[in-house]
C-alpha cells in the first residue's frame, strides 16, 4: 500500500496535524502533505515547548541543573537524572560507592519498565484500543507508588546526586520491588494473548512501517527503533557505565524492521529490566549511598566530557564543557527522540494516514525531549 | 380511522421517546460497561449509580451555543444532525417489539428499514462536506465506501432470508420463529431454511457493526487519527442529535438481528410465554455485546476493512445465497 510520492501530477492538501492531536502525545505539529489519505510528505514542527534547558544549564551551578534532567524526558526521568550525575562525576573524578550505583541501576530499571508500560498503552490507543491503557496505567502506578517511597516523586524525578542517591532504599521497597516484578511476570501473558496476538493488532502492525538498518543509520537512531531494525546496539551493554556489567541480561533485537518488531522489543525489554531489577536486589551490597569525599561545591576541571546511558528511548548522551567555574560553561544533551524523530518523515512518505500514526507510536515520542 | 389516527400518533410519540431514551441511556450503558470493562466505577456522582448522568450530560449538551464555525455551509451543516436521526426514528416504526407491538405492521417492512439506513450515511456525508474541516471530508469519504461495501453482504444474507421465510413483513419473520430456540432462524434444525444460517447470522452481526461505524470499524470517528472525524466541528446539541442518531442506529441494528436471527418476541423455551420482554432482553444483549466489542478490540485499518467485505464477506454472502437457493429448491 503506497503512493508516488514523486508523481507531480498528484493532487494533494495539507492536512495539519497537531500541535494538539490526540496521536501526537504533546504539543509536536506534523505538517502533512496528503493526496487523498496518502502520505506523500511530512514534515514535524517542532518549538511548541521549547524551555531552553540546554541555556538553562548555563547560567546555574552544576547541581541546580539536576532537577531539569528530570523535566526532559519526563516518563524515564531517572535515565536522564543517571546521565547528568555520571557525567559529572567523571568530569569532578568523585567515586560513587557501590550500594549506589546499585540502587541507581534499580530505580532507572524500574522507571524504565513504567515508561515502556505507559507507552504499550497509549501506543494501543492510538491503534484504538482504549482498554488496554488502564490496565498498563495500573501496573505502573504500583512502580510510581514504588519509587515515591524512596525519590519522593512520582513523574519528575531529581534522586540523583553527584557522588550516590540522598536516600537509601528500605526493605518496603525491596519487597515491594519482588512482588511487583511477580505481579507484572503474572500479567504480561494477558498482555500478550490479549494484545499482541490479536489479529487487529497483527494486521496493523506486520510489515508496516519499515525502517531499515541504513535508514537508522543515516538518522541516528538508537534504542528500540534501532534493535527493531535488527542492529544490536545498547549502551548498557557496548560502552557499560554504572555497575551494568555485573548483570546477566540479553538485548531484545528483531530483523523484521516493522512496527510489530518495534513493539516486541520494547515488551521483551521490559522482562529483561526486571531479571536487571532481581540480580541488582540480590547484589545489593551495604555500605553508604553516598560518596564521603564528595565534595560540596562542584568545580570540574577546564575540559571536555562526554557521557551516554541507554534510556527509555535510546541512547541520551550528555556533553559537558567545564571553564572551571561553579557554573557550566556550555551543557550539550542528545536526546534519542530527536533523531528517531527526524527519520519518521522519510519512513512515512507514500504510507496511509493510520499506518503512518501508527508508525509513529513505535518511535514513542516524548515532544518535552525532543523540544528542550 | 380517527382511532387509527390516534392509535399512530401514540406510537410516534412512544417511538421518539424510546429512540431518545435508548439514545441517552446507552451512553450510560457505554460509559458504566467501559469502565468494568476497565477496572475503573464510571459515572457514580450523578444519581444512583450515576443513573442520571444522561440527563445531566443532555443538559449541559442543550445549554450549550450552538456554534457556527467559520466558513461552514449553514443549511448543511445544521440539517445533517437531523439527516442522521430522523431515517433511525422512522426505522423504528416497522419493528415488531411484541405480537402486537408495532406501529406499522408493514409488509414492506424489511425493505423500508434498508432504504432508510442508507439515508444516514449522507446525513454524515453532508454534515461532514457542511463543516469545510479535512478530517471531518476523510472521515466521511471513509465512511461512504464503508457502508457502500457492508451494505452489500448485509443486503444478500438478509435476501437469503427472505427466500427461506418468503415474506418482508417482520412481523411475519417473527411468527414463524415460534416454538422455541430450535426454531430461530440462527439455528434452525427444519428443512425450510439452509443449514448455513449461523454463518449468515455471523455476517449480519459483522456488518451490522460496519453499517453503524461501531468498534471495530468506527472509521467515521476515529479519534486517534482523525480527531473526532465527521463530527469534529460540531458543539452543543448538534453534537448530541448526530450522537443521538448514532446510538438509535445501533438499537435499529441490534433490534433487526434480533428480528431477523432470534426470534423477536418469541420466547426461548416453548413453554414460556412470548412476550415484549423477550424482544428487549434479545436486543439489548445484543447491544451489550456491541459494547463489548467496543471496548476490547482496537481499530482496524480502512483497506483491511474493505477487503474484508469484498474478499471474504461478500463471496461468502454470495455463496451462502446460492446455496440457500439449492437448498430451498431442492426440499
Not at chain 1, 538485548?251 to 531479571?275: F, K, L, T, W
Not at chain 1, 567545564?322 to 536526546?335: A, W
Not at chain 2, 425493505?111 to 471530508?137: D, H, Q
Request: with cysteine.
Amino acid at each position: 500500500m503506497s503512493v508516488d510520492v514523486l508523481d507531480k501530477s498528484l493532487e494533494t492538501f495539507v492536512l495539519n496535524l497537531g500541535p494538539q492531536h490526540p496521536a501526537t502525545h504533546g504539543v509536536l505539529r506534523v505538517k502533512l502533505t496528503m493526496d487523498g489519505e496518502y502520505i506523500v510528505h511530512a514534515e514535524p514542527v517542532l518549538g511548541y515547548i521549547h524551555r531552553m534547558h540546554e541555556k538553562m544549564g548555563e547560567n546555574r551551578t552544576w547541581a541546580q541543573f539536576m532537577p531539569n534532567m528530570g523535566r526532559l524526558d519526563y516518563l524515564g526521568a531517572l535515565s536522564y537524572n543517571h546521565g547528568y550525575a555520571l557525567a559529572v562525576e567523571r568530569a569532578e573524578g568523585i567515586e560513587v560507592p557501590e550500594r549506589a550505583e546499585y540502587i541507581r541501576c534499580i530505580t532507572v530499571e524500574l522507571n524504565r519498565i513504567a515508561s515502556h508500560l505507559l507507552w504499550f498503552g497509549a501506543f494501543v490507543l492510538d491503534l484504538g484500543g482504549f482498554t488496554p491503557l488502564l490496565y498498563a496505567f495500573d501496573d505502573r502506578e504500583q512502580i510510581l507508588d514504588l519509587l515515591e517511597s524512596v525519590t519522593g516523586a512520582r513523574l519528575t524525578f531529581c534522586y540523583f546526586r553527584f557522588g550516590g542517591v540522598y536516600n537509601d532504599i528500605d526493605d518496603a521497597f525491596i519487597t515491594g520491588t519482588r512482588e511487583f516484578i511477580k505481579r507484572l511476570r503474572s500479567r504480561m501473558p494477558m498482555y500478550h494473548d490479549l494484545v499482541t496476538k490479536n489479529i487487529i493488532m497483527i494486521k496493523r502492525l506486520k510489515d508496516i512501517g519499515p525502517i531499515s538498518q541504513e535508514m537508522c543509520r543515516r538518522y541516528g537512531a538508537t534504542g528500540p527503533v534501532l534493535r527493531g531494525s535488527g542492529v544490536c546496539f545498547d549502551v548498557r551493554k557496548h560502552e557499560p557505565y554504572s555497575v551494568y556489567p555485573e548483570f546477566n541480561f540479553d538485548i531484545p533485537v528483531y530483523h523484521e524492521c516493522d512496527s510489530m518488531a518495534r513493539y516486541m522489543v520494547r515488551m521483551d525489554e521490559m522482562e529483561q529490566s526486571m531479571r536487571i531489577i532481581e540480580q541488582g536486589l540480590d547484589k545489593l551490597p551495604d555500605g553508604p549511598v553516598m560518596a564521603a569525599k564528595a565534595p560540596k561545591i562542584i568545580k570540574p576541571a577546564k575540559g571536555d566530557t562526554y557521557c551516554a546511558v541507554e534510556a527509555a528511548r535510546g541512547s541520551f548522551g550528555i556533553r559537558l564543557v567545564s571553564d572551571g567555574t561553579n557554573t557550566p560553561y556550555r551543557i550539550k544533551l542528545r536526546s534519542p527522540t530527536f533523531s528517531n524523530l527526524s527519520l519518521f518523515s522519510e519512513a512515512c512518505q507514500g504510507m496511509l494516514l493510520p499506518d503512518a500514526l501508527a508508525l509513529m507510536g513505535t518511535l514513542d515520542l516524548v515532544i518535552p525531549e525532543i523540544d528542550r | 380511522m380517527n382511532n387509527e389516527l390516534i392509535r399512530l400518533l401514540a406510537f410516534l410519540v412512544g417511538i421518539i421517546a424510546f429512540a431518545a431514551l435508548n439514545a441517552a441511556y446507552l451512553v450510560w450503558v457505554e460509559r458504566k460497561g467501559a469502565a468494568h470493562f476497565q477496572r475503573r466505577i464510571g459515572p457514580k456522582e450523578v444519581g444512583p449509580y450515576g443513573l442520571l448522568q444522561p440527563l445531566a450530560d443532555g443538559v449541559k449538551l442543550m445549554t450549550k451555543q450552538l456554534l457556527l464555525p467559520d466558513g461552514v455551509d449553514p443549511i448543511l451543516f445544521k440539517i445533517a444532525p437531523i439527516m442522521l436521526l430522523v431515517p433511525a426514528v422512522m426505522s423504528f416504526v416497522t419493528i415488531p417489539f411484541g405480537e402486537h407491538l408495532a406501529a406499522r405492521d408493514i409488509d414492506m417492512g424489511l425493505l423500508m428499514i434498508f432504504a432508510f439506513a442508507s439515508v444516514n450515511v449522507l446525513g454524515l456525508l453532508i454534515g461532514a462536506w457542511g463543516s469545510a474541516n479535512k478530517y471531518a471530508v476523510i472521515a466521511a469519504a471513509r465512511v461512504i465506501s464503508q457502508n457502500i461495501a457492508y451494505e452489500i453482504p448485509m443486503l444478500l444474507t438478509a435476501i437469503a432470508l427472505v427466500m427461506a421465510t418468503s415474506t418482508m413483513n417482520l412481523n411475519e419473520i417473527v411468527s414463524q420463529q415460534g416454538g422455541g430456540i430450535w426454531h430461530w432462524n440462527l439455528i434452525r434444525l427444519t428443512f425450510t431454511a439452509s443449514p448455513l444460517t449461523p454463518i449468515a447470522f455471523l455476517i449480519f452481526f459483522t456488518t451490522m457493526l460496519a453499517e453503524t461505524n461501531r468498534a471495530p470499524f468506527d472509521m467515521a470517528e476515529a479519534e486517534s487519527e482523525l480527531v473526532a472525524g465527521a463530527f469534529t466541528e460540531y458543539a452543543g446539541m448538534g453534537f448530541g442529535v448526530f450522537f443521538m442518531g448514532e446510538y438509535a442506529n445501533i438499537v435499529i441494528g441490534a433490534a433487526l438481528t434480533t428480528v431477523l436471527f432470534l426470534g423477536g418476541w418469541q420466547s426461548p423455551l416453548p413453554f414460556l410465554p412470548s412476550s415484549v420482554l423477550w424482544f428487549l432482553i434479545k436486543m439489548y444483549a445484543i447491544i451489550f455485546t456491541v459494547v463489548w466489542i467496543r471496548w476490547t478490540y482496537p481499530r482496524t485499518q480502512f483497506y483491511v476493512l474493505l477487503n474484508l467485505s469484498w474478499k471474504i464477506l461478500i463471496p461468502i454472502s454470495l455463496a451462502n445465497l446460492i446455496v440457500t437457493a439449492g437448498w430451498l429448491k431442492v426440499f
